[in-house]
């Protein structure tokens, strides 16, 4: 992948990460992150809006997807807490109604 970008909104675990500044480089990357927590509720709206002009569109065509790392019946939920809990996952974990 050659110019993309990397967003990271708001941190769960670990403020520290190693990255290979050479691969940034030479792909032409760009690393970006924002936090939500500390904005106005206008500043909030506004992000909210932004997103769905912009990703919404992506996202429901296919275009960009997120990374699922499991899905969950409704009725496993206290599994699906378990296993954010122990930070072992990668991606998205989803409950299905």
């Known amino acids: 992948m050659r110019e993309g970008c990397l967003l990271l909104v708001g941190l769960m675990e670990?403020?520290?990460a190693e990255v290979d500044?050479?691969?940034l480089?030479?792909?032409r990357l760009q690393v970006k992150g924002t936090a939500i927590r500390g904005r106005t509720l206008e500043?909030?709206?506004?992000i909210t809006r932004r997103f769905q002009r912009h990703w919404l569109p992506?996202?429901?065509a296919g275009r960009v997807r997120p990374?699922?790392?499991s899905t969950f019946p409704l009725e496993r939920v206290a599994d699906a807490h378990r296993l954010m809990a122990s930070?072992?996952?990668f991606g998205k974990i989803?409950?299905?109604l």
């Open 14 to 16: 670990g403020m520290r």
């Open 21 to 23: 500044l050479a691969q």
């Open 25 to 27: 480089v030479l792909r």
């Open 43 to 46: 500043g909030k709206r506004a």
């Open 58 to 60: 992506e996202l429901m």
């Open 67 to 69: 990374i699922i790392d």
């Open 87 to 89: 930070n072992a996952h």
């Open 94 to 96: 989803i409950l299905e």
